[in-house]
């Protein structure tokens, strides 16, 4: 501890030399407030027009949805569906690659070998005995449909999927393959992926870009 | 015994009726608008906020209002285990009885003072102390409120109450005050006496002698029905739901339709007090009057009410929650110096037999305060010029 005095000289000499008191430094100051700011009432009464504006502006955000229906990017990630070959077989060769790839584990293949001796099936080695999704299960992640080498499963732009049991939310092969002929069908969904390709999550598919915009969809609302 | 009774009820009986059917219209009338003001105030929000709002009930989702009181009267009875049973019955009740009682001396339609036989826009003609009666009795609907939090016996509950009772207290002082000023110039507590003052030219409408009576008079109404933004008992982010925490079904409709209650009176007293009531210019006042003509002025006012209560939901979506000391400190450190000043200055023009002109004056009172409020404030943050030169250490950051 030292003298009183030479403290407080000490002290005011070093406040002098503190950077705050530089003439470089820039003092913040807050926004200073007006009569208007105070009275409150000129707030009020912009926010009240604000409010007034949107009201009467008539530009409802709102899609009224069961009669205007979302418009469905190609690469959405729906319902899945089991594509079909040329002869109208499972295009499936049962590799595992999905149920291997699905992070939720909802995909479930049981392999079969082929029939060899049955024509239809000649140049097939293997084919899906049963292949089930339990959709209810499933994250709609879409990496089932990259994994797969031979284009066979593949999401679709079916986004209203209900159902009252569990039971019926759980897709076997014949139903999966169902939904694919329903879904070229109408051409809502036409084959999208293409092998060697990215999948679609990460890049639009040249199919589905040149497709005539499907019937009955894409209503902006 | 009981032939007096009916003999009495004979002879009164051309006195009672136009009150029996006055009571018959408020109790039909009001809850029915209680109900689709939500719908209006649902509608009103959505289209504020760029939605469309119920449209799917009905055509333009006008049955939405009837849909849901449908749905809520047939919701089971939860009484939650840890209520006092008994209190949390009565409590809405009491809210919403209370809350219309105070109609009793409210008119609801031109009313001429000269007060003849026959039906009247009013349950109870000529009360003399109208208005004091009528802020009486709405102010008791606090208790609703309060005993509801007690009953509920839930920590939300009770602080919603609480708050609620602080509010109360707090805003029935410039709710009055903003009163007197218009009383002191009628002359009478008596509202029709009080609408019959305003006849005559858009000038004599009270808004124009009373601009500041009319706003402090407004914040506190709004504060009284706990609105936005003075929802604080029943704010949704700190309390869940205030004092209705505990309630559902048919009392918390009971609950809501006090609220809203509470919205069309403070909407009526607007219309009535500072509105010129069924007044407009060129329109002859309700004495003996025609019923088209006494017709045309329930439409003035209604028109004037529905002006006041599309005011009140607008403001809902534009202006953010009070926190709680900013809302007590508009009440005691904003209306109620103004509606003490605003009352002195009535008391001076009127004492003196000033010219009714220099009312007008009072308008510069809330600028007055703005520019104390508003010096102080910036005084407060600004930053001293010893600090800037670094020779005070206040407000100067330390670096050793």
Same mark, same amino acid.
């Given at each position: 501890m030292s003298e009183p005095q030479t403290n407080e000289a000490q002290k005011n000499e070093a406040l002098k030399n503190?950077? *705050?008191?530089?003439?470089s430094v820039k003092w913040g100051e807050a926004p200073k407030l007006t009569i208007l700011d105070a009275l409150y009432l000129p707030a009020i009464v912009s926010g009240l027009a604000t409010a007034v504006r949107h009201a009467v502006s008539?530009? &409802?955000?709102t899609r009224q949805y069961p009669e205007v229906e979302p418009e469905i990017p190609p690469n959405y990630r729906g319902v899945h569906r089991l594509n079909r070959d040329e002869a109208g077989r499972?295009? =499936? @060769?049962? =590799? %595992?690659m999905c149920q291997t790839a699905c992070p939720a584990n909802c995909i479930e293949i049981i392999a079969a070998p082929a029939p060899k001796d049955d024509p239809h099936w000649k140049d097939r080695d293997k084919f899906p005995a049963t292949f089930t999704i339990d959709e209810l299960r499933c #994250? %709609? =992640?879409g990496m089932c449909e990259e994994a797969c080498p031979v284009d066979a499963i593949e999401l679709t732009s079916i986004y209203d999927l209900t159902g009252m049991t569990r039971e019926e939310m759980i897709f076997d092969k014949e139903k999966l393959l169902s939904v694919f002929d329903e879904t070229v069908k109408t051409g809502?969904?036409?084959?999208r992926t293409n092998r060697g390709k990215l999948g679609p999550a990460a890049e639009l598919s040249s199919t589905a870009k040149d497709a005539p915009p499907p019937p009955g969809r894409g209503k902006s609302g | 015994m009981i032939n007096n009774l009916i003999n009495s009820l004979f002879e009164y009986w051309p006195v009672l009726w136009p009150a029996l059917a006055a009571i018959g219209v408020i109790l039909a009338v009001v809850p029915f608008l209680g109900l689709y003001m939500t719908f209006v105030e649902r509608k009103i929000a959505a289209y504020v906020q760029d939605r469309v709002g +119920?449209?799917? @009930?009905g055509p333009f989702g006008l049955f939405q209002a009837i849909a849901d009181g449908i749905k809520i009267f047939l919701k089971e009875q939860l009484i939650p285990d840890h209520v006092f049973t008994a209190l949390y019955f009565l409590a809405p009740a009491f809210s919403l009885i209370t809350a219309m009682f105070?109609?009793?001396?409210?008119?609801f339609g031109p009313v001429a003072?000269?007060?003849?036989?026959g039906f009247r826009? #009013?349950?109870?003609?000529? #009360?003399?102390i109208g208005i004091l009666m009528m802020l009486a009795i709405s102010s008791l609907s606090a208790y609703g409120i309060i005993v509801g939090g007690w009953a509920s016996n839930s920590k939300y509950s009770i602080y919603g109450a609480i708050r609620s009772c602080a509010q109360f207290i707090s805003y029935e002082i410039p709710l009055g005050l903003s009163i007197l000023g218009v009383i002191a110039i009628t002359g009478s507590l008596n509202i029709e006496k009080i609408v019959e003052a305003q *006849?005559? $030219?858009?000038?004599?409408?009270n808004v124009f002698w009373q601009p500041v009576a009319m706003l402090v008079f407004f914040t506190a109404a709004l504060a009284e029905t706990n609105?936005?933004?003075?929802d604080l008992p029943e704010c949704?982010?700190?309390?869940?739901?205030?004092?209705?925490?505990?309630y559902s079904g048919i009392k918390f409709v009971l609950y809501f339709l006090a609220e809203y209650t509470h919205i069309v009176t403070v909407s009526f007293l607007t219309a009535l007090l500072f509105?010129?009531?069924?007044?407009?210019?060129g329109l002859p006042g309700? $004495?003996? &009057? *025609?019923t088209p003509i006494l017709l045309l002025g329930l439409g003035v006012l209604l028109a004037k009410v529905s002006l006041v209560v599309l005011v009140i939901i607008l403001l809902r979506w534009s202006l953010p929650r009070f926190r709680f000391d900013q809302l007590m400190g508009l009440a005691w450190k904003g209306l109620i110096p103004l509606g003490l000043v605003n009352l002195v200055g009535v008391a001076i023009v009127l004492s003196l037999g000033l +010219?009714?002109?220099?009312?007008? &004056?009072?308008?510069?009172l809330p600028v007055l305060g703005a520019y104390y409020s508003a010096a102080k404030f910036n005084a407060s943050t600004a930053i001293p010029n010893a600090t800037r030169q670094g020779? *005070?250490?206040?407000g100067a950051v330390s670096y050793e």
């Open positions: 503190k950077p *705050s008191a530089k003439k008539g530009k &409802a955000t499972v295009k =499936c @060769v049962a =590799c %595992y #994250i %709609y =992640c809502r969904d036409p084959v | +119920p449209n799917r @009930v105070a109609l009793v001396v409210m008119p003072t000269d007060y003849k036989d826009f #009013i349950v109870a003609p000529g #009360i003399d *006849s005559g $030219s858009l000038f004599d409408w609105r936005l933004p003075f949704e982010q700190e309390l869940v739901g205030g004092f209705h925490t505990e509105l010129g009531g069924w007044h407009f210019p309700p $004495s003996g &009057a *025609s +010219p009714k002109h220099l009312l007008i &004056a009072t308008v510069i020779l *005070s250490p206040q």
